[in-house]
């Protein structure tokens, strides 16, 4: 249970680093694609319906939505599941983002990165372990949604 609490904690620092006040980038334009709009619900609702089937479910999600560009970068969630909440209303264009772990020279993700404000609870077994608010990134590439997998740390 330590463990497991440890590993909560880490992952919930995670999600603070990459936090703001503000979720960052720019409004979408009244014509803007609500194609893309209906792929990043989507992407959520995937996400949330592989976490109610299990760790094993979502880990599978999360590998095969994981950016083409970024399939190294996956981590192990173990047995946690995410329940992530998006706040659509959020949803911006990030011109500028790149994956804070890509390294110094990385390049922007092909595609068009969006960022949007979340909810996310982490539960263990069923049981709720924490809860925290966040941005996120979602990546529309070729009329599919892609996301990067959370890595928990400690």
Same mark, same amino acid.
Request: net charge negative; hydrophobic share 40%; glycine share 10%.
């Given at each position: 249970?330590?463990?497991?609490?440890?590993?909560? !904690?880490?992952?919930?620092?995670?999600?603070?680093?990459?936090?703001?006040?503000?979720?960052?980038?720019? /409004?979408?334009?009244?014509?803007?694609?609500?194609?893309?709009?209906?792929?990043?619900?989507?992407?959520?609702?995937? !996400?949330?319906?592989?976490?109610?089937?299990? /760790?094993?479910?979502?880990?599978?999600?999360?590998?095969?939505?994981?950016?083409?560009?970024?399939?190294?970068?996956?981590?192990?969630?173990?047995?946690? #599941?995410?329940?992530?909440?998006?706040?659509?209303? #959020?949803?911006?264009?990030?011109?500028?983002?790149?994956? /804070?772990?890509? *390294?110094?020279?990385?390049?922007? /993700?092909?595609?068009?990165?969006?960022?949007? *404000?979340?909810?996310?609870?982490?539960?263990?077994?069923?049981?709720?372990? *924490?809860?925290?608010?966040?941005?996120?990134?979602?990546?529309?590439?070729?009329?599919?949604?892609?996301?990067?997998?959370?890595?928990?740390? *400690?």
């Amino acid at each position: 249970m330590r463990r497991a609490l440890f590993a909560v !904690l880490g992952f919930a620092s995670l999600l603070i680093a990459g936090c703001t006040s503000t979720v960052a980038g720019v /409004p979408l334009a009244e014509d803007s694609p609500d194609d893309d709009r209906q792929l990043v619900q989507e992407y959520f609702d995937e !996400l949330n319906a592989a976490a109610e089937d299990g /760790p094993a479910t979502q880990r599978d999600f999360l590998r095969r939505s994981q950016h083409p560009d970024y399939t190294d970068d996956l981590c192990d969630l173990g047995d946690l #599941t995410l329940n992530i909440d998006p706040a659509m209303s #959020t949803l911006r264009v990030d011109p500028d983002w790149v994956p /804070p772990d890509a *390294g110094r020279d990385a390049a922007h /993700p092909r595609g068009l990165v969006y960022v949007l *404000g979340v909810s996310i609870s982490i539960r263990q077994d069923g049981a709720l372990l *924490g809860e925290q608010i966040g941005s996120q990134r979602v990546v529309v590439l070729d009329g599919k949604a892609y996301g990067f997998a959370p890595c928990p740390t *400690g």
